[in-house]
């Protein structure tokens, strides 16, 4: 199931999404029935765009269920696509009579080839790859037909696997040996055997829902590609990724050859403070409290992280096979865990014995349950207080890689930077139209700001960088445009529509509205474009929201009345002389030849399987990579530094302070940063000088 974009959204409350849904109730006893009927009830109400369920619409559906579930064309057959072709134009008459029957069938039909796949994929093993025979693998898929026979889709898989073993053996070989001895095929072979097998425990723990939400999910992603459906423990998963803490033992934990396994322990959470298990151990059992234990060995992941969940201060007793064979219980009392990496964070960057602040933004992080509990606008106005605190002269707010969140928060940050005024347009159904302000006259930070962007930062990032940049606040330094999601979703809970039963429906995502920036320009497509544009190594092969499916369009409305801020003075001649500095620096005109090559890579789509040939392709890969060696040995020089309110509490802790070096060290081998300081110094030195002629003046 592609679920590349389920956390790039914008979240608005329920009180102003442009729509009204009554209470009505549903009833029918079979669940999916009763969750088409919904869903198509909700989107026909709410979503954005009036919905035309048509043959133009069936025909969308069927490509992307079948792409869904077969993109690489490894499972289905010619045969099977012209049995599921006679419903390419009946599914719209399907989903509003409720009707199964295409989904039945396609689900049937692609358990039935998984099986047949898993029959013979071990024999394909177990007979010695001919590494001398020339011969390609063809990665270009979307060109690629369905399999004529079964003989067809052994040869693809033949070739898939003949391609991994050919692969991981050239990375043992590394550069002594240039031929494959038996040692090293035997190696290679193992993990090639191990991974498909990984692959197809995944594939067989997915169940009937799991297919059926990508199916329902397939109707949706025709509206908008932010249109999505939750079962319900992918709502869970949202609610955690939004707010950043669930209740639980504070384990990430994994399942390989049927065991669930602890492959990360959370810092801050039960099993950390009180060090009870260690990453490595074996979950074999779980018990509520003094209830029986459950065995986990080979249950679905999902199903054994429900059991270990629940209630802050509730007991769960683990079954544990330690790394050292040992087995022992381990009762453990659950607590609210905190996912430290989605929230802000904040250091200090001494350059010339001048300090200057930087905070990392990953999402607009809320919890919905209590906005003042805890929330990403008010984790950085105390991280400002605190840099401020330590004396920074300007501040780097990076937004890079963050695909948004809610609404509120950015309405409510952007007003940290910025005396009052309006910051987002909103556009709801029926063309009605609501400008939201920032009322609070308090400015916590006045000085020089800088905000990084790249082609990841979506929604939410972009209503704050497109804000601070038309008010002339900020600098905003990256990549050419950021994503170009201008739209707003909201999540709405399934369940209200029904009574009496015991199915959980879980939610649907909805696109509700769109959004504006106070000039009236829409960041739908077209992104925030960057004062200050730095080349990356994938500017070529990636155009965020142009990328996706069905998006909605570009458009304009009428401007929002607002006043520039006038507190920076030569605007212009910054940017310009920080995009002539970057344009002439040798490192970024490496990263641009970088860019080139990757490009070109990816527009290969075919792979030699005789190894000399693949030998030679991956020699000349080396070759060329080795021209880009230096870009990995950049530094810029700048030091980072504990603020003084934490330094004795990091420095106390050992897996803090290792986090944090880490952090620091890769922070140093950033040249956004860099360029985002030697921006902040510019404006910094120029309020100076200005404030000088003015005091002379005086």
């Keep these: 199931m592609n679920k590349k974009f389920e956390y790039l959204f914008l979240l608005i409350p329920l009180l102003i999404i442009g729509f009204t849904i009554t209470n009505k109730n549903f009833s029918d006893p079979n669940k999916d029935r009763l969750l088409i009927e919904i869903i198509k009830y909700v989107v026909e109400k709410g979503h954005y765009n009036k919905i035309q369920i048509d043959d133009d619409l069936s025909e969308k559906i069927y490509l992307s269920f079948i792409d869904k579930l077969d993109k690489q064309k490894r499972f289905f057959l010619k045969s099977d696509l012209k049995n599921f072709e006679k419903y390419k134009y009946r599914l ?102 191990k991974n498909t097998e990984d692959f197809f425990e ?313 959004f504006y920036r106070i000039n009236g320009e829409s960041v739908q497509l077209e992104g925030v474009k960057s004062d200050v544009v730095i080349p990356d190594s994938y500017m070529h092969i990636f155009n965020g929201e142009k990328d996706e499916n069905n998006p909605l369009k570009w458009d304009k409305i009428d401007a929002a009345f607002y006043n520039p801020w006038n507190g920076f003075k030569n605007f212009s001649f910054i940017k310009n002389n920080a995009q002539s500095r970057i344009n002439s620096n040798n490192y970024l005109k490496l990263i641009s030849k970088r860019a080139d090559w990757i490009k070109e890579q990816s527009e290969n789509k075919l792979i030699p399987l005789n190894f000399s040939v693949y030998k030679d392709y991956v020699e000349n890969n080396k070759k060329r990579n080795k021209l880009f060696e230096s870009i990995s040995e950049y530094s810029n020089n700048l030091n980072f530094k504990l603020l003084k309110s934490e330094k004795d509490f990091i420095m106390s802790n050992k897996d803090l302070l290792s986090n944090r070096n880490r952090w620091h060290k890769n922070l140093k081998k950033d040249i956004f940063i860099s360029e985002g300081v030697n921006v902040l110094e510019q404006i910094f030195l120029n309020k100076s000088k200005s404030e000088m002629i003015i005091a002379n003046k005086e």
């Design 92 to 193: 719209d008459d399907q989903i509003k009579n409720y009707d199964l029957t295409f989904f039945n069938l396609v689900y049937e039909t692609l358990k039935l080839r998984s099986n047949e796949v898993q029959s013979y994929y071990k024999e394909i093993l177990a007979k010695p790859f001919d590494f001398k025979y020339k011969e390609e693998l063809n990665l270009d898929f979307e060109n690629k037909d369905f399999s004529k026979n079964k003989s067809e889709i052994k040869q693809r898989w033949r070739k898939q696997l003949k391609f991994s073993t050919l692969d991981i053996s050239l990375l043992k070989l590394g550069d002594s040996i240039s031929t494959i001895n038996d040692r090293i095929y035997n190696e290679s072979l193992a993990i090639v055997k």
């Design 202 to 514: 995944f594939y067989n723990d997915m169940d009937r829902d799991d297919w059926f939400s990508s199916y329902i999910n397939s109707f949706l992603n025709q509206l908008d590609p932010h249109t999505f459906y939750f079962q319900p423990d992918d709502k869970e998963r949202f609610d955690v990724n939004i707010s950043g803490k669930f209740n639980g033992i504070g384990a990430r934990l994994t399942k390989t050859e049927g065991s669930i396994k602890i492959v990360e322990i959370i810092i801050g959470g039960p099993i950390w403070k009180d060090n009870l298990l260690n990453v490595g151990d074996v979950i074999l059992k779980v018990a509520q409290d003094n209830s029986e234990p459950i065995d986990v060995v080979g249950m679905k992941l999902d199903d054994a992280i429900k059991l270990i969940k629940g209630p802050a201060k509730s007991f769960v007793t683990l079954t544990v096979k330690k790394i050292d064979g040992s087995i022992k219980d381990v009762s453990i009392m659950r607590d609210l865990v905190e996912l430290e990496e989605i929230y802000a964070k904040s250091t200090l960057i001494n350059k010339e014995n001048i300090n200057y602040g930087y905070i990392s933004l990953p999402k607009f992080y809320v919890d919905f349950s209590d906005y003042k509990n805890r929330n990403s606008s008010e984790d950085v106005k105390n991280h400002i207080i605190k840099l401020k605190n330590n004396g920074m002269k300007g501040l780097i707010l990076d937004l890079r890689n963050n695909g948004g969140g809610s609404l509120q928060t950015v309405v409510d940050m952007t007003g940290l930077f910025i005396e009052k005024g309006p910051v987002v347009q909103v556009k709801s159904i029926g063309n009605r139209k609501k400008i939201l302000y920032d009322r609070n006259p308090e400015i916590i930070w006045d000085g020089p700001l800088v905000i990084l962007i790249n082609e990841m930062s979506a929604s939410a990032s972009e209503i704050l960088a497109a804000a601070l940049q038309d008010y002339k606040r900020a600098v905003i330094i990256g990549s050419k445009k950021s994503f170009g999601k201008g739209t707003v979703q909201n999540i709405i809970d399934l369940n209200k529509f029904i009574s009496n039963s015991d199915f959980d429906m879980g939610a649907i995502k909805i696109t509700t509205d769109k």
